[in-house]
């Protein structure tokens, strides 16, 4: 991989990576619903807060791999498929560049999951 494309991909997962936190700021000041005794509020208060819950966790799990290609882009392992350790190809990297594995390879893991 060109240096001068390795330096976009790690911009773009810079980028990503504060975006991410800021979403989950804002998620943790959204999820504090406000008490309330009757029935469907607190119903609706339920799913608000499940709901919220799910996405954190998304994107908490979405932060850890931005992460984790972070490191791989420091130990000059970023852009090989951890799986079969062949090169992603870079359009690839280019829509998701925190994958962790091949199209082939995602597709196999999916598959058994």
């Known amino acids: 991989m060109e240096k001068r494309e390795l330096e976009k991909l790690k911009k773009a997962l810079l980028k990503l990576k504060d975006e991410l936190h800021k979403i989950l700021e804002s998620n943790e000041d959204y999820s504090e619903a406000e008490y309330s005794t009757d ?38 392992t970023y852009g090989k498929c951890l799986n079969c350790d062949q090169n992603i190809p870079i359009k690839r990297l280019q829509v998701l560049p925190f994958t962790k594995y091949c199209i082939e390879c995602q597709r196999e893991f999916e598959k058994t999951s």
């Open 39 to 76: 029935e469907i509020d607190l119903a609706t208060n339920l799913i608000e807060k499940m709901t919220g819950f799910a996405v954190s966790s998304n994107f908490h799990k979405n932060l850890m791999d931005v992460d984790e290609a972070l490191k791989r882009i420091e130990n000059n």
